[in-house]
């Protein structure tokens, strides 16, 4: 099957200078930003990301401890792989996965934190112990 526009990837692409500073508007880099944010949108992506930030992880570590299958967990990887969510080593039959960039789980700590302050919030307007 041969790409389509829409496949087409700006990290990978030859003619794009990596050194040059995109426009703050640059539509290249919202659609990958969107990508990026859609890859994360499943639980148990954010499941991994949030194992993967102490230490690499196998995957049948990863699906053991959330739970689910070593299949769904490679589906899982696959995709962040591909937006440059994580990366991989091989170490004799094992494949171990560890996050592209810390800032990735520091994003994700900073979302969780907002959401942890409006459940908060939410329980003191309704009265509760919060």
Known sequence: MSPTPDDHDPLLDPSVDPDAEPEPLDPTLFEMQASFCRTMGHPHRL????LLKERELCVGDLAER?????????????????????????????????????????????????????VHERSAMLGGNG
């Not at 499941?47 to 949030?50: E, K, S």
């Not at 959330?66 to 091989?90: D, E, K, N």
Request: aromatic share 8%; charged share 20%.
């Open 47 to 50: 499941m991994i990301l949030y």
């Open 66 to 118: 959330i739970g689910v299958s070593q299949p769904s967990i490679s589906q899982h990887l696959s995709a962040m792989r591909g937006v440059g969510m994580v990366t991989m080593r091989r170490q004799g039959q094992f494949v171990y996965y560890r996050l592209a960039d810390e800032s990735i789980s520091q994003a994700c700590e900073m979302v969780r934190g907002i959401l942890t302050r409006r």
